[in-house]
């Protein structure tokens, strides 16, 4: 056979997950949907827009999500460009130290007083101690999530000059270079006192940039001496609880600061957080791992307990951020190969014991011809994979096996090289497996939820699509590696757990406790896809699960007042567990790969906003 007969026919095919392919990816729909971890589609509060392109438009609705005003984002763009997102953030820090005056203060609460009254709207008298465990209000799907990150952080600064309707000679004096620094250092979260303090020592000719080194450093040395009370750490718990859009904004800035730091010569005890070979973390029951000890920072000791998941192959520094965010724990990167017959890399940032763990029994198949017994008739002698690659959302179309079937026909022997090339690459980038003579086939939503330790059934039934059971399953735990994980558990909550399962998906966390043996009594469970919401709750039922399910539609609706509520009706969590959305950091987005700052990976900052809530909330009870 001569030329090339196996060049892709280009089919339609538009990615849609949350997880990183593991070799060449295909051709990438560039009209795709962008979608949550629930596999909804998320609408922007202005898709109808078309004055920008994607990339601006996205940029936009990321700074504007940061709590800084339309038009100053705007104004910072024009002048910046949008290539250089670093510049335009210190541009935005620094023009909102300018316009930060009393007026634009008044401005900024009225705004947040509008927000809060349509909040209170929406979601009025919320009473956590539900029965039967079910509240059909905020189980529904929200029809505000374009709306949320406005709702959230909505504006702290004003850039105008003037109330409408007020006279120029009304306006109040302008306040001293000395005043608008410590008006801005206190509205990013610092206490005032730090931020008075900072000021008198360095200069009232600093700038913000030096004032916040000043501060951070007072504060890292007295968090080395162990000796030393906090005389501020109450106001700054207050300052958190109240609005945590400022402290989001302190977070950024001190980011910005500790990068441009960074620009110098590398300092090799500050490399980037590099992936292990092999990747098996601090040990797999199926491997012979030195034994390993870690002391945790003293601020990210339990309870509550958290446990963080996301995809290993993330943009260079995402690991770092999200590490500098958790506490500064080291993360723990596992693949999944070593607890069943597929691949998974994954990141876990988490505060649990490493010692005494065990795996759930019995121990998965751990080869492919193991794990699906009757594809070893038809496997080829020239197709030599043991395992399968990381599990996708997506499957190969009956257009492609027909392809491979056809080019295999013609050969009744062995085929060529080039042919057996040509089958292995779209066998291993479409998880294909043999089910008859030259037959190729991708796995059945049953096999998948085998392979990833959800029980028979997990996703079938009640309405769920096909096309919806493989999406879901895609962004899905593998189970048996977080319940290795979570099993030092068992013997601190014999009488039971309860759990907030952010970003809860079909509720891999919730199956791993159960399969542990931990009972469930209370899980507040936050999913975006009422189909996810859907699986679990048939789940919990089919279970016969004795707790009390609470279900939430988003995680932005999870405010301090909400969690309160839940710590004073319960008693608190005790373990704090989710994976937020991987869209911007798979491997596979080869269209908005951007990190952390993209627009579902943001979500990873609520994330940290609600786990940092919780400890505050927990810490004074």
């Given at each position: 056979m001569g030329g090339k007969p196996f060049e892709d026919e280009g089919d339609d095919v538009s990615w849609n997950t949350d997880d990183e392919l593991e070799i060449e990816d295909p051709p990438f729909d560039s009209i795709s949907a962008v979608t949550n971890v629930g596999g909804g589609n998320l609408s922007s509060c202005c898709e109808a827009s078309s004055s920008a392109g994607p990339s601006s438009l996205k940029l936009f609705q990321h700074f504007v999500g940061m709590g800084f005003s339309e038009k100053l984002v705007r104004r910072a763009i024009e002048e910046n460009g949008e290539d250089n997102?670093?510049?335009?953030?210190?541009?935005?820090?620094?023009?909102?130290?300018?316009?930060?005056s009393p007026q634009n203060q008044h401005d900024a609460d009225s705004?947040?007083?509008?927000?809060?009254?349509?909040?209170?709207?929406?979601?009025?008298d919320f009473d956590p101690k539900v029965e039967t465990g079910f509240n059909p209000k905020i189980d529904a799907d929200s029809d505000i999530w374009s709306s949320d990150c406005e709702e959230n952080y909505v504006d702290d600064f004003s850039d105008s000059d003037s109330c409408p309707g007020i006279e120029e000679t009304s306006a109040p004096l302008p306040l001293s270079d000395k005043d608008q620094k410590l008006l801005f250092l206190t509205d990013m979260g610092y206490p005032a006192e730090e931020a008075s303090i900072a000021i008198e020592r360095c200069g009232p000719d600093s700038s913000i940039e030096e004032l916040a080194n000043f501060i951070c450093a007072a504060q890292m040395a007295r968090a080395d001496d162990h000796c030393f009370v906090d005389p501020f750490k109450e106001q700054r718990q207050k300052l958190l609880f109240r609005d945590f859009s400022?402290?989001?904004?302190?977070?950024?800035?001190?980011?910005?600061?500790?990068?441009?730091?960074?620009?110098?010569?590398?300092?090799?005890?500050?490399?980037?957080?590099?992936?292990?070979?092999?990747?098996?973390?601090?040990?797999?029951?199926?491997?012979?791992?030195?034994?390993?000890?870690?002391?945790?920072?003293?601020?990210?000791?339990?309870?509550?307990?958290?446990?963080?998941?996301?995809?290993?192959?993330?943009?260079?520094?995402?690991?770092?951020?999200?590490?500098?965010?958790?506490?500064?724990?080291?993360?723990?990167?596992?693949?999944?190969?070593?607890?069943?017959?597929?691949?998974?890399?994954?990141?876990?940032?988490?505060?649990?014991?490493?010692?005494?763990?065990?795996?759930?029994?019995?121990?998965?198949?751990?080869?492919?011809?193991?794990?699906?017994?009757?594809?070893?008739?038809?496997?080829?002698?020239?197709?030599t994979r043991t395992k399968l690659n990381c599990l996708q959302t997506a499957i190969g179309s009956a257009k492609l096996t027909e392809r491979i079937r056809k080019a295999l026909e013609e050969w009744d022997a062995d085929p060529p090289l080039s042919v057996q090339k040509y089958v292995l690459d779209e066998c291993r980038k479409w998880n294909l497996v043999w089910v008859g003579r030259n037959k190729a086939a991708p796995l059945e939503p049953d096999e998948v939820e085998m392979l990833l330790g959800f029980p028979r059934n997990h996703t079938r039934g009640g309405g769920i699509s096909r096309t919806d059971r493989y999406k879901s399953?895609?962004?899905?735990?593998?189970?048996?590696?977080?319940?290795?994980?979570?099993?030092?558990?068992?013997?601190?909550?014999?009488g039971g757990i309860t759990l907030l399962s952010l970003f809860s998906g079909i509720g891999g966390a919730e199956v791993a406790l159960h399969r542990l043996g931990?009972?469930?009594?209370?899980?507040?469970?936050?999913?975006?896809?009422?189909?996810?919401?859907?699986?679990?709750?048939?789940?919990?039922?089919?279970?016969?699960?004795?707790?009390?399910?609470?279900?939430?539609?988003?995680?932005?609706?999870?405010?301090?007042?909400?969690?309160?509520?839940?710590i004073s009706s319960f008693g608190g969590f005790d373990l704090v567990i989710g994976g937020s959305p991987c869209n911007n950091l798979a491997g596979s987005n080869r269209v908005s790969r951007d990190g952390l700052e993209g627009k579902d990976s943001s979500l990873f900052f609520d994330y940290f906003r609600i786990l940092d809530l919780v400890k505050c909330i927990m810490g004074k009870k």
């Open positions: 997102t670093e510049t335009i953030l210190e541009t935005l820090l620094t023009y909102s130290a300018l316009g930060n705004e947040k007083k509008l927000h809060n009254d349509s909040y209170d709207k929406l979601d009025p400022k402290h989001k904004k302190r977070k950024m800035l001190e980011f910005v600061l500790e990068r441009k730091k960074r620009k110098g010569p590398i300092d090799p005890d500050d490399e980037p957080i590099r992936l292990p070979k092999p990747m098996i973390g601090f040990g797999v029951p199926t491997e012979q791992c030195p034994i390993v000890h870690r002391t945790l920072p003293e601020a990210a000791i339990g309870p509550p307990y958290f446990y963080y998941e996301n995809v290993a192959l993330a943009p260079k520094g995402v690991w770092d951020t999200i590490s500098r965010f958790l506490y500064d724990i080291e993360p723990e990167f596992v693949d999944s190969k070593y607890f069943c017959a597929a691949a998974r890399k994954r990141g876990y940032v988490h505060n649990l014991p490493i010692e005494n763990r065990f795996p759930l029994l019995p121990l998965p198949p751990r080869t492919v011809h193991e794990a699906l017994p009757l594809t070893r008739r038809w496997w080829p002698s020239w197709d399953l895609g962004n899905s735990f593998q189970v048996d590696t977080v319940a290795y994980h979570l099993s030092v558990l068992k013997d601190m909550f014999p931990i009972p469930l009594k209370t899980v507040v469970s936050i999913e975006i896809s009422e189909v996810n919401r859907n699986i679990v709750r048939s789940w919990w039922e089919q279970t016969n699960q004795k707790g009390t399910l609470i279900e939430i539609a988003d995680v932005q609706l999870l405010t301090g007042d909400r969690l309160e509520q839940f």
